[in-house]
């Protein structure tokens, strides 16, 4: 059960972090949030699709590291086989939390860095520290909480930038169907893609809106993404040995 506490020097001077991947640590997911401005780091390896919450409806972006519940092809002997890993990823087991304060005599929420004590990636033996000995914060401390705030803001970004998908209908669902050497199929369902159609009927004011926001860049840097969907399939093969 997590347990997320805010992180102080005092409660936790001795705490490290392990940063090596592996099924171990909770690395064997086969997607991961992604956002916007974070698209042209992800579609260098990665396919971008989205995904939809069933319980509240909404959309999100994600990038594919595999083909079924727990896989993560990335993954080999406790390192990520790729030179860019998601932020939703390497944020782990950091976390945003939500504090109140008293400002000017009204209440106020605030933004700060909490852990989770009860991952696997948190104990006192090995990895990286969160304070230095005498006192004070880490650069990998400070580093976590430029990446969380980094992806705070995205995951804002990125709700924008689905609304305006949604809004001129550039968002359809499809079905992959992978055949792999040893002739076995893998089908994807529930996952959607950007509606090229639609995407070419826009009219110039909408492009430039969509433009102007940089959302147009991450369109397109989601359809080329998919061209990953063969880096997948060739590591899948590599795993069985074909």
Do not use: C
Not at 48 to 62: A, E, H, L, M, P
Not at 123 to 144: I, M, R, S
Not at 208 to 229: E, P, R
Request: net charge negative; hydrophobic share 35%; aromatic share 10%.
């Amino acid at each position: 059960m997590a347990n997320h506490v805010s992180i102080n020097s005092s409660d936790h001077q001795n705490l490290k972090v392990i940063t090596e991947r592996s099924e171990e640590y909770g690395d064997n997911v086969w997607f991961t949030l992604t956002f916007p401005t974070e698209f042209r780091s992800v579609q260098a390896y990665y396919p971008i699709f989205f995904n939809k919450d069933q319980g509240t409806g909404q959309f999100f972006s994600v990038a594919l590291f595999g083909f079924q519940d727990n896989e993560n092809l990335f993954l080999s002997n406790n390192q990520w086989d790729a030179a860019y890993i998601p932020l939703s990823i390497t944020r782990q087991p950091f976390l945003i939390g939500v504090q109140k304060v008293v400002e000017d005599g009204t209440d106020q929420e605030q933004r700060v860095l909490h852990i989770d004590l009860e991952h696997p990636r948190v104990n006192k033996e090995k990895g990286e520290a969160l304070f230095l000995e005498f006192g004070g914060n880490t650069p990998y401390l400070d580093n976590a909480a430029d990446m969380l705030e980094t992806l705070h803001h995205g995951l804002i970004d990125s709700k924008l930038f689905i609304d305006m998908l949604i809004e001129h209908e550039l968002l359809e669902s499809f079905t992959l169907d992978v055949t792999l050497n040893d002739e076995s199929k893998n089908q994807m369902v529930g996952f959607y893609t950007i509606n090229e159609d639609k995407l070419k009927e826009l009219s110039s004011d909408t492009l430039t809106l969509l433009h102007d926001k940089g959302y147009l860049q991450a369109i397109y840097m989601t359809i080329a993404s998919q061209s990953n969907i063969r880096t997948l399939m060739n590591k899948k093969n590599e795993q069985l040995g074909l």
